[in-house]
């Protein structure tokens, strides 16, 4: 594959903050060392996301590429309001545990212990209407919780001879972890609302050197009328890539749509 151009995720940013709060109380009794904790880590995140937000030419040859005669196009548009690429996938993870060192000899320690879990991850407001959808349950935006992580850890440490440094250690256990913040961001985003991607294949590709039909005060929800007159392959995602993925806003067939409002207080420009 050969890409020319911008990289269609561009541009982009994270702003994040974290904050931890972690605890551990420990009892030495005899031969056992009992500890007892928690551990919460809480992170806000902002991220601005414009995937496919210049749109992008995939040409299945170099001489289609040559002759300027492109397979599809594909372009990602936010849905109006303030919000567009911009997603908030805030998360709070919350853990308890308990655990046991105890040395029933010299030579010989095992530690023992259980620890809980639950993470938490910020939704949206924004939901999918579709009947399929709820027919099965599911509502977009919406964050399922699982109360039920409970981890046994086991571990041991022994020596097979006195006096000797040879030490044989092992142990097992279950562990649960938090979702990257990239899982939840896209969950949040595509729900087939807040941004829709348009695929046109065939005679609806428009010319890869084609200006925009509109003036510089085009909106996405003009360029949806006009795409639906013509036709239109929705996807989730943008079209496989051919010999010659070709990347570019220049050639976008909004090349005058240039700034995306983010939140109130950022804007982010794509040229």
């Known amino acids: 594959m050969l890409a020319f151009g911008r990289a269609n995720f561009l541009s982009r940013f994270t702003t994040q903050r974290k904050y931890t709060a972690v605890e551990t109380l420990a009892w030495n009794i005899g031969r056992h060392?009992?500890?007892a904790g928690h551990d919460?880590?809480?992170?806000?995140?902002?991220q601005l996301s414009t995937n496919l937000f210049g749109g992008q030419y995939?040409?299945?040859?170099?001489a289609d590429f040559a002759l300027r005669r492109p397979a599809s196009f594909a372009q990602a548009l936010p849905a109006p309001g303030p919000s567009a690429?911009?997603?908030?996938?805030?998360?709070?993870?919350?853990?308890?545990?308990?655990?046991d060192s105890w040395r029933p000899s010299d030579r010989l320690t095992l530690d023992y212990g259980v620890r809980w879990d639950l993470f938490i991850y910020a939704g949206n407001d924004v939901r999918n209407p579709d009947a399929g959808l709820?027919?099965?349950?599911?509502?977009?935006?919406?964050?399922?919780?699982?109360?039920?992580?409970?981890?046994g850890r086991f571990g041991f440490a022994?020596?097979?001879?006195?006096?000797?440094?040879l030490i044989v250690r092992g142990g097992a256990g279950t562990f649960y972890g938090?979702?990257?913040g990239l899982v939840a961001r896209?969950?949040?985003?595509q729900n087939g609302i807040q941004v829709a991607t348009f695929t046109l294949t065939g005679d609806a590709v428009p010319p890869s050197r084609a200006r925009s039909p509109f003036p510089t005060s085009a909106s996405a929800s003009a360029y949806r009328s006009w795409a639906a007159t013509m036709s239109v392959s929705v996807s989730a995602r943008g079209p496989s890539a051919g010999l010659g993925a070709c990347q570019s806003a220049s050639t976008s067939i909004l090349p005058s749509l240039r700034s995306w409002p983010t939140a109130d207080r950022h804007r982010r420009w794509v040229w």
């Open 85 to 99: 690429g911009t997603t908030f996938p805030d998360s709070d993870a919350y853990a308890l545990f308990a655990q």
């Open 186 to 189: 896209t969950i949040q985003a």
């Open 178 to 180: 938090v979702l990257p």
């Open 134 to 151: 709820a027919s099965v349950g599911l509502a977009t935006g919406v964050m399922p919780r699982d109360w039920n992580d409970v981890a």
């Open 158 to 165: 022994f020596r097979p001879a006195r006096g000797r440094q």
């Open 33 to 35: 060392t009992l500890k």
């Open 40 to 46: 919460f880590k809480f992170e806000r995140t902002e």
């Open 58 to 62: 995939t040409f299945t040859s170099l």
